[in-house]
């Protein structure tokens, strides 16, 4: 879609990973203050970005040209649908640009996402054109509290039958951001930056304080903004196990997602 004639570069910031490092919460926030932020910036989240999600979980399992394709694809066509105008910038913000959370069942780390990264790099690229601004953004976490939490996420979310030790030495490699944040500084042109939960938790706007700064939200209308709620928080040790017991058991798939969705009052 054709824009207005731009009076400064586009400023995009694409903020990919990882899991169970506040991003639940960074968007609660962002979807909460949209109204405020529209003006300066549009955001993409995980609405907007569903089917390159469904391309980038995909590539994650199977890392097949295809895949990587349509990621190409679908976020070229998610970029060409955007009108700008003349000021505004992008945010775009969803864990699962970098995949399926690492700790999954043949997925042991976070190794897809350089390659997905230099393909967005290329989607922006060549929609705003060798001039944009773009900063990729990571948050991450300490390894021991992060796998931890990604244990609990699986437990509940899939049929993980790892108990907590079983799973950590399963998947030495998950939790070894750095590694992955080299990586993709290896092979984009656009800044990597990263930012630790535990310094940015009790900042002004949460897990969305960095992403705001990087795009240069001016005070004034920090202002008008909402402040942020804690989201997605981790169960207790006792409904963890008794999920576990589930994930152990004979049950079909409908019958333990009815047993965990009783289980959790979903």
Request: aromatic share 8%; proline share 6%; charged share 25%.
């Amino acid at each position: 879609m054709a824009g207005a004639a731009r009076d400064l570069p586009v400023r995009a910031v694409v903020h990919m990973g990882f899991h169970k490092t506040g991003t639940t919460s960074a968007q609660a926030f962002l979807r909460a203050n949209a109204k405020h932020l529209w003006p300066v910036m549009a955001l993409g989240l995980r609405q907007q970005l569903e089917p390159v999600l469904f391309a980038t979980r995909g590539f994650s399992t199977w890392r097949d040209p295809l895949s990587l394709e349509k990621i190409r694809r679908r976020f070229a066509d998610y970029l060409a649908g955007l009108d700008l105008g003349r000021k505004r910038g992008l945010l775009v913000s969803c864990e699962e640009l970098a995949g399926h959370m690492a700790g999954r069942s043949g997925l042991p780390s976070y190794g897809a996402t350089p390659e997905i990264a230099q393909v967005l790099e290329a989607c922006v690229v060549e929609r705003f054109g060798a001039d944009a601004e773009l900063t990729f953004a990571f948050t991450t976490r300490a390894p021991g509290p992060w796998m931890r939490s990604a244990w609990a996420e699986h437990v509940k979310s899939s049929r993980m039958e790892l108990d907590f030790d079983a799973f950590a030495e399963a998947n030495p490699e998950a939790a070894d951001f750095e590694a992955v944040l080299a990586a993709t500084r290896a092979v984009v042109q656009a800044p990597v930056e990263a930012f630790r939960l535990e310094e940015i938790s009790g900042a002004a706007f949460g897990p969305a304080t960095p992403l705001l700064d990087l795009m240069r939200l001016p005070g004034s209308r920090r202002t008008r903004l909402q402040p942020p709620r804690h989201m997605n928080r981790r169960r207790d040790p006792e409904t963890l196990d008794q999920l576990l017991t589930l994930n152990r058991s004979e049950l079909d798939k409908e019958a333990l997602k009815r047993a965990k969705d009783a289980l959790l009052g979903r």
